[in-house]
């Protein structure tokens, strides 16, 4: 809203020091500058005078009032000292009063919370003032910018009152409003800034517990007795408070708990003025939990353990007191004593020193870099390291670390995938956005036991075995996985570790780029992949069937503050939808790629307002720091309009929809249920023209040109985040394209997902969804066509065989559409192999060097088609979720030719042939998948067998397999068991929620 308006709503009165309440010297039907009072209602007084300032823009019989604010100095006889005044922008109202000016953040700081816990006001932006003068007497009204990471909805606009006094300002007033209670439930006081951590850790494995001194330094924000720091499940033994300087000091102090906010606050007996250095010191003792869980302990086969750590998001106050909140970065200077028993010790930073003893070891840890406490990490194990120099061109020589894959001994072969990967990835990123990998070493750590696919501690990133090791049968699908979690959380090293988000409320400037930057992380390692394809279905297409839910919520959450809700925020909404809202952005600003598959999405900076330079610009000015998204969208736009469209994609939950007439008109909604959607949407046109579709300055008519509305162009390349509908004649027509090859591969991705969702809500024929699909499979054939059209049809279907329709067209159709590719639901053909996967690869192989070919596990030689390979798997499974007769017995003859012996299976096939085993012989063949779990080595082959498992067609055997999982399935992977079971089908899904 214009900011006088602003005023008018919140009053310059609310939250003052000195408020008159009711106080006016000026009445209705006076003239004043020229203008008839029709009432006034707010006016502050002036310290030292009997002046005041009366502001009311809406009092004014003008008009022209409402959009710059009319203020006045009245003095004790009721004369007018002040005249009407604009905003005057670029600069501070006086020479020594500054945006950083040290004073007005302080002054800030109690404004926002009068309860004087220095909540932390950042970046204050003077960007707007208008000075009235009369009289003798002077007065400036300041509108400021600025965030308090404090309260969740960061950015915050307000008027700070000064009266001028021989050019130094004096503060009167603010109309800062106050932070919501339940936006502060849980948070810590700002009154300490820690700047480096000095962390002693003592580990016993046999006792799980440990013993451990921390010595935290940091600045006070402002006077206080009081700091806080989080703490919970540890043992605080002694504590102190030392004042550093000239002349440093011990403080007298208590320590209050409080439990429920898992804080602990050191009382001094004597206040700490603002800006002292302050060292706060705890030792404690603790444990090392069995539940994956903060510093956790995991077994490992054959025996041995592995300790590791896993914070995110706020479990490092439980190895640990420490500032546990994502703004709250320091350094850390970590110290290690454990068993000296053949284990190594890894962390974020390389060694400094080590000392080995008889009986134990100390590891000390060179300093890192300023970070979040959830980004610190502690392994302990026995590990092998495979080492690989990034390898880096001529000119980014020294930006790139080396880098090491550790694993349980014998794994060794298996981290190739994981290597090249890694090295690519790094100086793709590296490159493009210009920014050097901050850290001299990283270590990617395959652990037994984790919770999460992995986690992007810098330096020293840990991760699931699966999703770290490709073993030597590995399929195409799981190379693929494993290319895409370690390109994220590299990606990470930037968007999350360099620059971080203020909060959780804010999650997706971590998340979003990194699920954004992985594709870049992966076209660099394989180019032959031509992964950027992949990109609408595996996150834009997911992300908008999660934003459908009418509980859906932004990108930036209104509310996070419990543990659940952060866990919550770790959403596909955060993941894809971030992602999704990235791409337009960046489609928009104009990085787009035509170089063809392995280029990667971007070409070089076009111009100063181009995607990459703006996040060049966001990186570098925010590094080692965190930053909201109103600071990234301030980066990136170009001007005030495009930073207001930037920021409702990121404030507006759901999906738009957009309904092309054929005059070109076009009504916007909020797809699915009613609600606000952004106003603007920006494409690239086919001729790589911008385009914004937004509604005329007169009238709120959305409007394109004709004959956009005749093609594809409203949504070219399912690049933007939206839906779009069109009358049924363009849709014909759409359909005959595809039939004829005239649609780019791209555009129809967008175009089969929106005609099955549009028929799912009944705006639109199912028939045109049927017959879009047909055309695009028998005409291009592309994996991503095959994906989204199966997905569809294997839900149509399900949903009319639960109803008890007879004519299951939805399941005709994708049987029929399955027959017309049988070289690829054909068990006995091997993958890649048949000229019709060749001609279906359309050149998209892997051209990888020779040296490396040896990394790429594949069931053909050297060089290898990925997309028929993916897409044989992806045929199979369906052919056998369908019930595809033919399909079920070879894949069940070949189960049982090969004895179970499932490594005789090709790699490729093998869950499809073991599902359709399960299905085909009922119990036998399920007790044979349990078997089998306990003889297996791999975790990629015991997931294998519990998914063929939880296939079986029996309601007390399911029953049993979640019994039996409890039992005999390692922690982490018990979840996907309960998920197989769940998508087994109605009763798998009601049994999984028990």
């Known amino acids: 809203m214009p900011f006088s308006r602003f005023l008018i709503q919140k009053g310059l009165a609310l939250g003052l020091l000195l408020l008159a309440a009711n106080a006016c010297e000026i009445v209705a039907g006076d003239t004043v500058c020229g203008q008839i009072l029709t009432q006034c209602k707010d006016s502050i007084s002036i310290s030292g005078s009997n002046a005041k300032i009366c502001t009311n823009s809406t009092s004014m019989a003008s008009a022209a009032a409402l959009d710059s604010p009319f203020l006045w100095l009245v003095d004790g006889q009721g004369a007018t000292l002040c005249s009407e005044h604009g905003w005057v922008s670029g600069g501070a109202p006086f020479p020594s009063l500054s945006a950083n000016d040290a004073s007005l953040i302080h002054i800030l700081y109690a404004k926002v919370d009068p309860s004087g816990d220095c909540s932390d006001v950042r970046r204050i932006r003077a960007v707007q003032y208008a000075t009235f003068q009369g009289n003798g007497n002077a007065a400036t009204v300041a509108k400021f910018e600025f965030d308090v990471i404090k309260g969740q909805g960061s950015h915050h606009e307000a008027a700070l009152v000064f009266l001028n006094s021989g ?41 799980k517990e440990t013993q451990g001194e921390v010595v935290i330094e940091g600045q006070m924000r402002c006077e206080s007795s009081n700091i806080t720091v989080n703490s919970v499940d540890i043992n605080i033994l002694q504590h102190e408070v030392k004042v550093l300087g000239a002349d440093p000091s011990t403080l007298q102090s208590t320590l209050h708990t409080a439990a429920n906010e898992e804080q602990v606050t050191v009382i001094s007996t004597t206040d700490i003025s603002a800006g002292q250095t302050v060292q706060v010191s705890f030792s404690f003792s603790g444990s090392i939990s069995t539940n994956m869980r903060s510093l956790y302990y995991s077994s490992v086969q054959g025996g041995g353990y592995v300790i590791g750590t896993h914070f995110e998001p706020t479990d490092a ?65 026995k590990f092998e390291a495979t080492e690989m120099v990034l390898n880096p061109p001529a000119d980014l020589a020294g930006r790139s670390p080396v880098v090491k894959v550790y694993t349980a001994y014998g794994n060794q072969k298996q981290a190739a995938v994981a290597l090249r990967t890694a090295r690519m990835s790094v100086d793709r990123l590296v490159k493009k956005l210009d920014a050097d990998f901050p850290l001299p070493k990283l270590d990617l750590v395959a652990i037994p036991d984790y919770p999460s696919g992995a986690t992007e501690h810098w330096g020293c990133i840990t991760f699931r075995e699966t999703t770290l090791l490709t073993p030597a049968d590995a399929t195409q699908a799981d190379i693929a996985r494993v290319a895409s979690v370690v390109a994220h959380e590299l990606a990470h090293s930037w968007f999350g570790n360099l620059v971080t988000m203020p909060w959780w409320n804010e999650l997706w400037l971590n998340e979003g780029f990194a699920s954004f930057f992985e594709y870049e992380g992966q076209a660099a390692a394989f180019p032959g992949w031509d992964v950027w394809s992949d990109f609408t279905y595996n996150d834009a297409q997911r992300a908008m069937r999660a934003d459908v839910n009418p509980a859906a919520s932004p990108l930036n959450i209104p509310s996070v503050v419990t543990e659940a809700q952060m866990h919550s925020a770790f959403s596909s909404i955060t993941y894809s ?36 330079a703006g996040l060049r610009t966001y990186l570098d000015a925010f590094k080692f720091d965190v930053a909201s998204s109103r600071d990234l969208f301030l980066a ?12 409702e994609w990121a404030s507006l939950p759901g999906v738009p929809l957009l309904t092309v007439g054929v005059d070109g008109k076009i009504s916007v909604q909020r797809f699915e249920v009613p609600g606000l959607v952004p106003k603007s949407f920006p494409l690239r046109t086919a001729n790589d023209g911008l385009q914004t579709i937004s509604p005329s300055s007169h009238t709120s008519q959305y409007q394109v040109d004709k004959n956009v509305a005749g093609g594809a162009t409203v949504n070219p390349s399912s690049s933007g985040y939206w839906r779009v509908n069109y009358c049924s004649s363009v849709w014909d027509q759409f359909i005959l394209q595809a039939s004829n090859g005239q649609l780019s591969s791209a555009t129809l991705d967008s175009l089969l997902d929106d005609s099955f969702s549009l028929a799912d809500q009944g705006l639109l024929h199912p028939r045109v969804a049927l017959s879009l699909s047909a055309a695009a499979i028998e005409t291009y054939g592309q994996p991503s066509h095959w994906r989204i059209s199966l997905r569809h049809l294997s839900r149509w279907s399900g949903l009319m065989a639960s109803s008890g329709v007879l004519d299951n067209a ?48 594949c069931d053909t030689a050297k060089t290898c088609c990925h997309t028929a390979v993916m897409l044989q798997g992806t045929l199979l499974s369906y052919s056998v979720s369908f019930g595809e007769k033919a399909a079920m017995k070879a894949g069940n003859s070949l189960v049982v030719s090969s004895n179970f012996d499932i490594h005789k299976i090709p790699s490729a096939i093998r869950q499809s042939a073991l599902i359709a085993s399960v299905v085909t012989q009922g119990e036998f063949a399920f007790n044979k998948m349990l078997e089998i779990h306990g003889q297996e080595s791999l975790t990629l082959e015991k997931l294998r067998v519990l998914r063929a498992a939880a296939s079986v067609r029996s309601l007390p055997l399911l029953q049993k397999l979640l019994a039996w999982s409890l039992q005999n399935v390692r922690q982490q992977d018990v979840v996907s068991v309960i998920s197989s079971v769940a998508n087994s089908g109605v009763e798998g899904a009601a049994l999984a929620t028990l």
């Open 810 to 857: 939805a399941g005709k159709q994708a049987r029929r559409l399955l027959s017309t590719v049988t070289s690829f639901v054909d068990f006995s053909a091997p993958p890649a192999s048949s000229p019709d996967q060749e001609q279906l690869c359309q050149s998209s192989y892997l051209n990888s060097p020779s040296k490396d070919a040896s990394i790429l596990p």
């Open 636 to 647: 990136l736009s170009q001007n005030t309009e495009s930073l207001h469209q930037f920021e």
């Open 577 to 612: 939808k971030g992602a999704a809202v990235i791409r337009t952005l960046a489609v928009a600003l104009g990085q787009m790629n035509n170089n063809g598959p392995g280029q990667g999405f971007f070409l070089s900076s076009r111009g100063s307002g181009s995607f990459l």
């Open 167 to 207: 050019g130094s300002p004096q503060f009167l007033a603010s109309s800062l409003p106050p932070i919501p209670a339940h936006l502060l439930a849980g948070r810590l006081p700002q009154q300490f800034a820690p700047t480096k951590y000095s962390l002693s850790m003592t580990l016993n494995p046999a006792t």
């Open 317 to 381: 106050r439980r190895m640990f007191p420490c500032l546990d909140e994502p703004a709250m970065k320091a350094k850390f200077q970590l110290t290690v004593r454990s068993p000296n028993d053949g284990s190594i010790v890894l962390s974020n930073m390389p060694v400094d020193r080590h000392f080995n003893g008889d009986k134990a070891m100390v590891v000390v840890f060179q300093e890192s870099v300023p970070m979040s406490t959830y980004l610190l990490t502690l392994v302990v194990g």
